[in-house]
């Protein structure tokens, strides 16, 4: 994915500011910022959601070498492409349907249609996110779960068809520490199989861990953005550094 002098409004105010972004396949970019800095409306942007008053008025977003959007108007873009999972993961969900039925709708909506294979890949992706009772996850409502189950089986669903692209806002943010860990170590392996991981968060320990790239972003703008070990070790902004230093197991490492 790239990105190239993309900047957006809301109204009369400039949320995102002439921003370049590049991911290849396999990669995890982690932008991350203080709360209220653009990195919600930026996610939005590239996943098609952008709220309807909000403008784009420069730059473009290109998934491979297709624009995913022209103006204001975006492309349909395949869904098993790109696929995104939210802060909340009540918003992926149905509050009144089983979360099995919304699977088997998903895998519907993609051609999966044989009731076996569906039910084949629900097991081995529940599975795969640590979720071991999985009839009793399927047979459940939503609100019957918690947040970390519910956040496992929608970080399930939208990595099922290995997307080229996938956007996390927040993923990890609600979540006890354990369930962060796994969901950290499943994205690790999903861009060892190609998937291009862009995530959003103000966890700089998240995303110290797991990233390849981090872009900083301050304002609408990105301030700093390069390689992980560059961002991290050799911090150039004033911002950055002061990032760095409220993360007490960061400073650490970084002072020997
Ligand atoms: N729907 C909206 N209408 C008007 N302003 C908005 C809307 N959504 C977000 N904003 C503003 O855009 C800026 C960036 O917000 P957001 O992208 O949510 O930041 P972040 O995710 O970094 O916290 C903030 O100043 C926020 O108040
Ligand atoms: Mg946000």
């Known amino acids: 994915m790239s990105i190239e002098n993309l900047s957006i409004y809301y109204g009369e105010k400039c949320v995102v500011q002439h921003v370049d972004l590049s991911l290849k396949k396999g990669e995890i970019l982690t932008v991350v910022g203080e709360s209220g800095s ?12 952008l709220n309807s008053t909000a403008t784009i008025e ?22 098993k492409d790109m696929t995104m999972i939210f802060q909340n993961p009540g918003a992926f969900f149905n509050p009144m349907k089983k979360i099995g039925k919304q699977y088997e709708q998903y895998l519907c909506l993609h051609g999966v249609i044989d009731k076996q294979e569906q039910k084949h890949i629900q097991k081995m992706m529940l599975e795969k996110v640590h979720l071991c009772d999985v009839d009793r996850v399927l047979n459940a409502y939503p609100f019957e779960l918690s947040g970390g189950m519910q956040q496992r089986v929608s970080i399930a669903m ?8 996938l956007l996390a806002d927040e993923p990890t943010s609600a979540l006890d520490v354990t369930t962060q860990a796994d969901i950290v170590k499943h994205f690790i392996q999903l861009s060892k199989e190609e998937t291009a991981i862009l995530m959003v968060t103000h966890n700089m320990s998240v995303a110290s861990y ?20 560059d961002i991290i070790y050799r911090p150039k902004e004033a911002y950055t550094k002061a990032l760095i230093e409220a993360t007490p197991s960061l400073s650490e490492v970084e002072n020997g």
């Open 38 to 49: 653009g990195k919600s409306t930026l996610l939005s942007a590239i996943s098609g959601l």
């Open 58 to 79: 420069t730059g473009t977003i290109y998934l491979e070498e297709t624009p995913l959007h022209e103006n204001k108007t975006m492309y349909r873009v395949n869904r």
């Open 158 to 165: 939208a990595t099922t068809f290995k997307p080229k692209l």
């Open 210 to 229: 797991l990233s390849d790239k981090i872009a900083v972003m301050k304002d609408g703008r990105i301030i700093e953005y390069g390689n992980r070990d």
